[in-house]
Nanobody, 124 residues
Framework: QVQLVESGGGLVQAGGSLRLSCAAS????????MAWFRQAPGKERKFVSA????????YYGDSAKGRFTISRDNAKNTVYLQMNSLKPEDTAAYYC?????????????????WGQGTQVAVSS
């Protein structure tokens, strides 16, 4: 398994940008399908974006399409989420997750490892 640590969250005005990072420790980072989820207070954890092991295939939830970009650097054991044109409704805790199986899924319970989360707050 891998251990995941997110960073890069913070407070930003609407229309601004943030870049989240998720650093992984442990072996075989490049064998993990990686994803970002978010969870607002009192709401379920929701899929944001995911990226294949090689980085060649990316997936986005409806809220992220056209505004967010996921990427990974397997040499640095890190996955990123570039978030542009942020809206107040993007306010949430953002979590990095790893899945050992190759197939993509948007279901949180099907991911094997989770980080502690990083908070994003977007003011209007």
């Amino acid at each position: 398994q891998v251990q995941l640590v997110e960073s890069g969250g913070g407070l930003v005005q609407a229309g601004g940008s943030l870049r989240l990072s998720c650093a992984a420790s442990g072996r075989s980072f490049s064998s993990y399908h990686m994803a970002w989820f978010r969870q607002a207070p009192g709401k379920e954890r929701k899929f944001v974006s995911a990226i294949s092991q090689s980085g060649l295939v990316t997936y986005y939830g409806d809220s992220a399409k056209g505004r967010f970009t996921i990427s990974r650097d397997n040499a640095k054991n890190t996955v990123y989420l570039q978030m542009n044109s942020l809206k107040p409704e993007d306010t949430a805790a953002y979590y990095c997750a790893a899945r050992g199986l190759r197939l993509h899924t948007t279901t949180p319970n099907e991911y094997d490892c989770w980080g502690q989360g990083t908070q994003v707050a977007v003011s209007s």
